[in-house]
């Protein structure tokens, strides 16, 4: 299983620590936070436009396409009841020359290689979400108070 920690530094600000690779984040000023950092929900719809792009990008790569300006926007709704993300929606820009490259058999194939990137699937078909609590051994509760994003020293 694969294992990343979350670590509460300060007010509304979390440290994510995964392989060689630390992030912040945090909640805007509005919502009580610094802003120095995204958001969790916003982490979770980053997660679904990078990988989309992340497939594009590989799908252009192996039809020898050009991907050059390829970008994905992603927009999200919430729903209440429970208070959630209720609907999210992808755009994926094709640069004038990939557009062109695709007739539409090709396009429909796209289609189906983005719908299918890990985080959409993820989201998609519910998976099981297990949390427990815990008592941290002795000595490891206390945060080192660095806040920098990035890579982490390793």
């Given at each position: ?18 392989r ?59 729903e ?75």
């Open positions: 299983m694969e294992t990343m920690e979350v670590t509460w530094l300060r007010g509304s600000q979390l440290a994510v620590d995964v060689r690779h630390r992030l912040l984040v945090d909640q805007p000023a509005d919502e009580g936070g610094d802003d120095r950092g995204m958001t969790p929900v916003e982490l979770l719809i980053a997660s679904l436009g990078s990988c989309i792009g992340h497939f594009a990008a590989r799908f252009c790569d192996r039809h020898r396409l050009p991907a050059d300006g390829l970008r994905v926007t992603v927009e999200w709704e919430y209440e009841k429970p208070h959630r993300v209720g609907r999210m929606t992808a755009h994926v820009r094709l640069p004038p020359p990939l557009a062109a490259a695709l007739d539409p058999a090709m396009r429909e194939r796209m289609q189906k290689v983005l719908e299918g990137c890990t985080v959409h699937n993820t989201i998609a078909i519910t998976p099981r979400i297990d949390v427990r609590i815990a008592q941290a051994p002795p000595g490891a509760g206390s945060s080192d108070g660095e806040d920098t994003v990035g890579e982490r020293a390793g």
